[in-house]
């Protein structure tokens, strides 16, 4: 019987070998790699004024500063949440001259002027807004992390449809929304509840609204 082990050690050999060619070739040298990142600009500053909860506050921060960072690391209203950052899960809906958005998707010095609210600014414990009273009422939240983002997005939701403004579910567009379970569940489906407190949310709101749950 022939000896192939001499065969394929030599070839286990020649395709390491080429397997670290490859990579060699790949990679840039440390040096040559690092001159070729550019260096970290230094921060641009901007001042402006926002009128948050009813105080105008006076800021001086770096101009790609997140309104939600704004609110959370620089003016410590921690009630707005930060959840996923990327404006998919409602975590961080705050209420900007009476329009809910999410706070996390907008830099700070674009609001110059404007007046935030934020679940702060909402109630107090000693007096809370009607939508916090019924969440609490209803059972709407469990761990509590989204219900910051959900009142001030059911708050300015339901402002919508007092307003008129049609939603994607609204079955004519030139008539006065429905205040039905299912233009509430389109109106509040970017406010994602991980807990599954949807159908109580839904009763709190709706009592809220003037109807019974």
Do not use: W
């Not at 286990?12 to 670290?20: E, F, H, Q, V």
């Not at 599954?196 to 709190?204: C, E, F, L, P, V």
């Amino acid at each position: 019987m022939n000896d192939f082990s001499d065969i394929n050690q030599a070839r286990r050999d020649l395709l390491i070998a080429g397997a670290l060619s490859a990579t060699a070739a790949a990679v840039p040298p440390l040096a040559s790699a690092q001159q070729a990142m550019p260096p970290n600009p230094d921060p641009i500053m901007a001042r402006y004024a926002i009128q948050i909860n009813g105080k105008t506050e006076h800021l001086s921060l770096d101009t790609r500063t997140t309104l939600l960072d704004a609110l959370r690391e620089h003016l410590h209203l921690t009630g707005t949440k930060k959840g996923c950052d990327h404006g998919q899960c409602g975590a961080c809906t705050v209420i900007v001259d009476g329009r809910r958005i999410n706070s996390c998707l907008t830099l700070a010095v674009m609001h110059e002027g404007a007046k935030v609210t934020t679940i702060e600014g909402l109630g107090s414990q000693d007096k809370l807004h009607p939508m916090q009273a019924a969440f609490i009422k209803h059972d709407g939240y469990q761990c509590g992390y989204c219900t910051p983002g959900q009142i001030c997005s059911a708050v300015s939701a339901l402002d919508e449809i007092k307003q008129g403004i049609p939603s994607h579910v609204s079955a004519d567009l030139n008539a006065k929304p429905l205040l039905s379970a299912e233009e509430l569940r389109e109106r509040m489906s970017g406010n994602i509840c991980r807990c599954g407190a949807y159908s109580n949310i839904i009763d709190a709101i709706t009592e809220v609204a003037g109807r019974p749950a």
